[in-house]
């Protein structure tokens, strides 16, 4: 069975400065996906970002990008100028490739951002 | 932008009653899911649904659970003898059509209901 594994509970970060949340996990198909989901005090889950493991290129969405390490099974969140709207908790997920498959979801990371 | 809707947005019960969440997932999405929260906790699979059965469920998901799509719109979980440990917040979710390079499409969450059994 996949499992994602979130070993930061909690993380703090300055306004502007950068933080990287780690996710790594553990599967033995070799084409799935991987998502950064964030989840504010209303509870709402909002997909932060995306990756395909069959593409080598990481992916960036304007400040969140991700180091993908598809060897290592690692799959780490960096957030570049921290804004005060970007504390959260933050999901990572996992979904095999197949039209109808389940997101397996990490623990979550707290994520404070001090002004 | 379309969006997946939940009601209610908080429900209050008895244990040992039963309650159905209500999903309206986004309108041309073809693969339901249903997910909990329990407090403090991460987000955890429960069902998803597809061409009006079930496609995959959890050991979560046992016969006090059942997913309904009366009609086009709607999708519903029912939990029909609630316990104290049911209380979570329950998240619906849809994607669209899938295939080729359109299948990594997200699931679209809604806001949840917040279950809440006394």
């Known amino acids: 069975a996949q499992t994602v594994t979130q070993s930061q509970p909690e993380m703090s970060v300055q306004e502007a400065e950068t933080v990287t949340l780690s996710c790594t996990y553990d599967t033995s198909e070799s084409d799935y996906y991987l998502f950064w989901y964030k989840q504010p005090p209303s509870r709402q889950m909002i997909l932060v970002i995306r990756q395909e493991a069959y593409k080598q290129q990481n992916a960036t969405e304007n400040r969140f990008s991700v180091n993908f390490q598809k060897a290592a099974k690692s799959f780490s969140l960096k957030i570049s100028d921290s804004q005060l709207g970007d504390a959260a908790m933050y999901f990572c997920?996992?979904?095999?490739?197949?039209?109808?498959?389940?997101?397996?979801f990490g623990e979550g990371t707290q994520l404070t951002v001090n002004p | 932008e379309p969006e997946v809707t939940q009601t209610p947005s908080h429900q209050v019960t008895q244990m040992g009653q039963e309650v159905i969440l209500r999903c309206v997932p986004i309108s041309n999405h073809l693969y339901f899911y249903w997910y909990r929260q329990i407090l403090g906790q991460k987000v955890e699979f429960l069902v998803s649904?597809?061409?009006?059965?079930?496609?995959?469920k959890s050991e979560i998901f046992d016969d006090q659970f059942s997913v309904e799509r009366p009609d086009g719109s709607n999708f519903t979980l029912k939990i029909r003898s609630t316990k104290l440990e049911d209380s979570a917040m329950y998240f619906c979710?849809?994607?669209?059509?899938?295939?080729?390079?359109?299948?990594?499409?997200?699931?679209?969450f809604g806001p949840g209901t917040r279950l809440t059994v006394t």
């Open positions: 649904f597809y061409n009006n059965e079930i496609s995959e």
């Open positions: 979710a849809s994607r669209g059509p899938g295939g080729g390079p359109l299948e990594a499409l997200e699931q679209y």
């Open positions: 997920a996992y979904r095999m490739r197949g039209s109808g498959s389940r997101l397996t």
